[in-house]
């Protein structure tokens, strides 16, 4: 199994349907591949080797896709990186990675001399401007790359080799590299398109989340894999989308919750023309009923399904179409194990448990990352006896329907990304002014959840919101600064003396007014 297969099969089935299109731009698989191969050849004349990290630091676009294949084309490996993150943790990427080449936007440029400073081995001949703007002085310039290059053989590196390294949030308060294999990105997008159908063969596949994310990347592969076109946009935008939808015919459509809530909740969508779509896949978080069925009636013709996974495993389950229409009940689950995936509700030695009764559920498939880079500790508590260790709470059904009751790691979901509380409490903890804190998630309607600090003060210690949120944003990326603060005396502790934020939760809910058992 290897990634570049998909351009190999639309060369020789449909060389001159449209590829993708972004903007301006738009390249037929003939003119894809011959680019790709030309990129990977100026990659390697920048001195990168099978094995190597190739870095990018840019919003969504046609270029993008080109420099993953490329990557793959020569046998090296993509690290995408977080464009929401703060400059001192995409040097850290950028270390932790030990990238050889770094491509970035017009976003970006700014960003650079920073972070040539901050990342000795990153050469400064090594950084490439793939923006649509003047190549600033000093950078290679993308397309004079591509067009000076001759193009080689694919290498066609596939198997276990390591494909890309995805960065998700640490625990400890770093980011976490994701080894992901090219036989691990194959198995969950076939699995994946198997039980969800969700690309059209031959239609148009729009890309507006953030092509870091793991869903974001397997809804692009599967469009590609059965053939068709991927629309590119920098990000999402309604505005965008809508436009986006209604120009070129898009037929499949991959969300987060608060994207579909934007999207329902917008002025426009009711007037335009979406006639095209036939299947809107969404997923990263928890939705409501009453969301769903406002989509589904803006929607009528769309097929929606689920799908619950994490950056370790791309999609583990999958939450068909027919359950979207049967309703009720079913659409507080996460569905069943999809067709790649075998999945277990256990208890702490890894037996799995009987129906109904909560415990961790654990992932078995050819879809598992490799693990952890350079964190052999904490692969080896991740990956135990071939089971993934998923850190979510669940329970399973009769009929193998997963319902995800809580998060066992302290993680919070807000508009999609993902935030782990220690890493906002080690940035809170920095504040001269605090003397302990506890973040945890909330109900939030427009994100899903927000970010919720509880802060106590230091003696005689003064601080407000605007200025420990300002602290925050600092040290880490603005999207997990906190959005709602609250001051008390002392937090609530157990008699092992850790911090109970489901008590702080609770009360919170209670104190608005909230129903704490709809929201357990």
């Excluded at 935030?419 to 080690?426: G, L, M, W």
Aim: net charge negative; glycine share 10%.
């Amino acid at each position: 199994m290897y990634l570049t297969q998909a351009l190999h099969r639309a060369i020789q089935v449909a060389p001159e349907r449209l590829m993708t299109v972004c903007g301006d731009r738009a390249h037929t698989a003939r003119e894809t591949v011959d680019r790709v191969a030309r990129l990977a050849s100026a990659l390697r004349g920048l001195g990168v080797a099978a094995g190597d990290r190739v870095a990018l630091l840019a919003g969504n676009s046609d270029r993008y896709h080109e420099i993953f294949f490329a990557a793959w084309w020569t046998g090296a490996v993509v690290t995408p990186l977080n464009t929401r993150w703060s400059p001192a943790e995409i040097a850290y990427g950028l270390n932790d990675s030990g990238a050889r080449v770094l491509f970035v936007d017009d976003d970006f440029t700014d960003a650079v001399p920073r972070l040539l400073e901050e990342c000795p081995d990153l050469a400064a001949d090594a950084v490439v401007h793939c923006g649509d703007g003047a190549t600033p002085a000093g950078m290679r310039g993308y397309e004079e790359l591509v067009a000076g290059a001759d193009p080689v053989p694919d290498a066609r590196a596939g198997g276990d080799t390591l494909a890309a390294l995805l960065y998700t949030g640490g625990t400890t308060g770093s980011p976490k590299g994701v080894m992901v294999s090219h036989r691990g990105l194959v198995t969950s997008t076939l699995g994946t398109q198997v039980s969800r159908q969700s690309a059209v063969p031959g239609g148009c596949q729009l890309v507006s989340a953030p092509m870091f994310h793991i869903a974001a990347l397997t809804g692009w592969l599967a469009q590609l894999t059965v053939g068709g076109t991927v629309v590119f946009l920098p990000g999402f935008t309604v505005a965008g989308v809508l436009d986006a939808v209604a120009r070129h015919r898009v037929t499949s459509l991959g969300l987060v919750p608060t994207m579909l809530q934007m999207l329902v909740d917008h002025p426009d969508a009711a007037d335009a023309d979406l006639s095209g779509l036939r299947h809107i896949g969404y997923g990263a978080s928890a939705v409501s009923e009453s969301l769903l069925k406002r989509a589904m009636d803006l929607f009528p013709q769309a097929r929606f399904t689920q799908g619950y996974g994490m950056t370790e495993t791309a999609i583990n389950t999958v939450l068909g179409a027919e359950e979207h229409r049967t309703g009720g009940d079913l659409l507080r689950s996460a569905g069943r194990a999809a067709a790649h995936c075998e999945v277990r509700v256990a208890g702490p030695d890894g037996a799995e448990l009987p129906r109904g009764e909560i415990g961790e559920l654990l992932c078995r498939g050819d879809h598992l990352m490799l693990g952890y880079w350079n964190r052999p500790d904490e692969t080896a508590a991740a990956l135990r006896d071939g089971w993934l260790h998923t850190g979510d709470a669940a329970y399973m059904d009769e009929a193998g329907y997963v319902f995800i009751t809580d998060r066992i790691k302290d993680m919070i979901i807000s508009g999609g990304e993902n935030v782990y509380s220690a890493e906002v409490e080690n940035a809170l903890t920095q504040h001269p002014a605090v003397a302990s804190c506890a973040v945890l998630g909330l109900p939030d309607r427009l994100w899903g959840e927000r970010v919720h600090a509880v802060v106590v003060l230091r003696p005689g210690a003064t601080a407000t919101e605007d200025e420990l949120r300002t602290h925050v944003r600092a040290l880490i990326a603005g999207y997990k600064a906190p959005r709602s603060f609250a001051f008390a005396d002392a937090l609530p502790v157990s008699g092992a003396g850790k911090i109970l934020k489901r008590e702080l939760r609770d009360r919170h809910l209670r104190e608005s007014g909230r129903d704490v058992k709809k929201h357990s």
